[in-house]
């Protein structure tokens, strides 16, 4: 792999990062604890929905984000020619 | 049957299962004996680390904080599960690329120092011995309470199963272990919720449950039914926060990170055969530990309002036989204070009467299917599944004691020409003495055993997470950055620590907190010191050499990964 298509790799990754950190950070900091208030106003089923976010909802998106990393990495790795042969045995 | 002959049959299988995949899964070789051989498939992995991640505390006393946390509990939740989408997304593929043994490996290797790294293997060490002595405690408290052996009869037979497997296995028969240790500990989590939701809400699914109209037909919410009677007994209602904003999102970033940086888990992410692997591992391990911590809530709701409905102005002749059971082990405790007979549950704000009865956090969980009237066998496989579970992390901070001495301080620091078949002996003595002191911690427990556990999380957070992270992400961070970085890190946030928690604990509250951020959360304060510490030392000091620099863009890119170890080396 030459330095060039590297520099690009890297800089894909990093810009995946950024947006899947920024909603991590948005289901979690934002919607589960600072804006846990505002947001109990609205009813989700039984739920505030603060309420169901904070004990709920972002574990679901935690594990969501997760896969959708998974899915755009593997798809970057096969695009650079640099994804790694051979089964999990 | 009754429960404790239910509890003899369920505890007595479960452990055969272990030692029989003990036996069948015995390391042969270092790298076995380390990271399993590098092969394991990401899903079989996810498993061992979700085994090795729930501890006792998840287990047994996390549904039980939040019982009485009330929404406050989402420190946990969110605390003990975000650190997984870090973990996934900026550690576990460039570890498993770098493919060594240890945690220390990466910081020794990546700052080419071996200062740093014998303070990765002080650190390393000082986490899982706090750690572990809890599981062993727990280990205890499960045996004394449903089968009435001693306390320290039950830390001595755990002890002895974990010696077991973990000498032989190592981290292959760890692994495994693990595996099965999952499913015993999830099915017997899982067991009495659906019962007991659907027992509440005719919804067998407990996620759903606790959002859904009770089954009794009030036609309130479960949640507004608690908030209720919350309000009517003088606590706080379950569904509003107490703790102030800042600190919740202090106390739940310390516990994210410190996740991320834990050595026990990071681990778990060089026993994969290639960096994708280790990549959707994370997500597998992730998506098994959510089905209990999204589970854990919903046990918490429906307990809360079972005891408040049950106990609460109860006369005391009329106590249910699990009252008075824990009673006997001092678990729950009851003082007439009017000398009415009735048992008057009463939170901080209630005007008509005082409180009487104490209940500990830590029985909400076992105690919970006992309470709902749920049959003798559910009962007895609770208590299997919190052996499952505090096993389970033993087994794996055991293992990273043990390869913390036999590789990192003896092969790589002290004696680097001792063969595999000599390192392999100190790693199996180091483990057996690192098992022979856990129990003895178990069975003699120092006062702060709980308190240290946020000590663990905060070191954790404030040490390894800035260093990993600046090492993969930034090429110009030197060895002088990440010694001076660490140390101060640790140093502030043990600081901060030890006083509010050992040295002046009547301080040890909101007023004279630092910004109102409590011990629990320092460790965030501590990991963004270590940061500022790291950046400006390195950019004062000369660059890391060339090839150094070449080794971190090789872990960035995945082709290539190649073995998890030197086999022999």
């Known amino acids: ?89 | 049957m009754n429960v404790t002959a239910w509890t003899f049959v369920l505890v007595g299988l479960s452990f055969a299962l272990y030692i029989g995949v003990a036996i069948w899964s015995r390391a042969g070789t270092t790298g076995e004996f380390y990271v399993a051989g590098g092969n394991i498939p990401p899903a079989v992995n996810g498993l061992a680390t979700a085994a090795d991640w729930m501890s006792a505390a998840s287990f047994i006393s996390m549904a039980g904080l939040i019982s009485y946390m009330g929404r406050d509990g989402t420190v946990y939740l969110m605390g003990w599960t975000g650190g997984y989408v870090l973990l996934a997304l900026l550690l576990a593929p460039y570890l498993r690329k770098f493919g060594k043994y240890t945690v220390p490996d990466f910081v020794g290797d990546r700052y080419y120092s071996n200062v740093a790294r014998v303070v990765a293997v002080i650190c390393a060490i000082f986490i899982s011995f706090t750690y572990v002595a809890g599981q062993m405690r727990g280990v205890g408290i499960v045996f004394s309470r449903f089968l009435d052996v001693d306390i320290n009869t039950g830390v001595i037979i755990g002890m002895g199963i974990v010696f077991f497997y973990a000498v032989l296995g190592g981290m292959k028969g760890i692994t495994y272990t693990q595996v099965a240790q999952y499913c015993v500990l999830i099915f017997a989590y899982m067991v009495p919720a659906f019962f007991i939701s659907f027992m509440m809400t005719d919804m067998p699914i407990p996620q759903l449950g606790f959002g859904s109209e009770l089954a009794d037909g009030s036609g309130m919410t479960l949640l507004e039914k608690l908030d209720n009677l919350s309000t009517e007994l003088g606590f706080d209602p379950y569904t509003d926060g107490r703790k102030s904003t800042l600190d919740v999102f202090f106390i739940t970033a310390a516990l994210m990170v410190g996740t991320a940086g834990l050595p026990h888990v990071l681990v778990r992410f060089y026993t994969v055969p290639r960096v994708k692997d280790a990549r959707s591992s994370a997500g597998w391990a992730l998506l098994f530990i959510a089905l209990l911590y999204t589970t854990a809530p919903a046990i918490s709701a429906f307990a809360r309002t079972n005891i408040l409905t049950t106990v609460a102005d109860m006369p005391y002749a009329e106590a249910p036989a699990w009252f008075t059971n824990w009673e006997d082990i001092g678990l729950i405790t009851f003082d007439d204070k009017n000398g009415d007979g009735i048992v008057q549950y009463r939170g901080p704000h209630a005007t008509d009467t005082e409180n009487e009865l104490d209940i500990d956090k830590d029985i909400i969980v076992m105690a919970n299917p006992e309470i709902a009237k749920l049959p003798a066998w559910v009962v007895g496989l609770v208590a299997a599944g919190a052996l499952a579970a505090a096993l389970s992390t033993a087994a794996g901070l055991l293992l990273v004691i043990s390869s913390s001495v036999a590789h990192d301080l003896l092969k790589k620091t002290f004696k680097p020409e001792i063969t595999e078949h000599q390192e392999l002996l100190t790693a199996r003595i180091a483990a057996g003495v690192a098992v022979v002191i856990a129990g003895y911690f178990g069975i003699n427990p120092p006062g702060f055993v709980a308190q240290v556990v946020a000590f663990a999380f905060g070191l954790a957070a404030a040490s390894f997470f800035p260093v990993m992270v600046l090492g993969i992400f930034w090429k110009r961070m030197n060895k002088y950055g990440a010694i001076c970085g660490m140390i101060t890190g640790i140093s502030f946030t043990a600081a901060y620590i030890i006083f509010f928690k050992f040295v002046s604990p009547e301080l040890n509250s909101a007023e004279h907190w630092f910004m109102g951020i409590s011990p629990e959360g320092i460790g965030t304060l501590g990991m963004l010191i270590n940061i500022v510490v790291s950046v400006v030392v390195s950019l004062t000091t000369p660059e890391p050499p060339e090839e150094i620099q070449q080794f971190v863009e090789n872990i960035r890119v995945p082709a290539d990964a190649g073995e998890a170890h030197e086999l022999s080396a």
């Open chain 1, 1 to 89: 792999m030459d330095q060039q298509s590297r520099r690009l790799y890297w800089r894909k990754n990093l810009q995946y990062l950024a947006i899947l950190l920024t909603f991590w950070f948005v289901v979690s900091f934002g919607c589960g604890i600072l804006f846990v208030d505002y947001l109990d106003q609205f009813r989700f089923g039984g739920f505030g929905l603060g309420f169901w976010f904070a004990q709920q909802g972002a574990i679901y998106f935690f594990v969501l984000q997760i896969i959708i990393y998974v899915f755009l990495m593997n798809r970057l790795d096969r695009k650079f020619g640099v994804d790694e042969k051979g089964d999990a045995q």
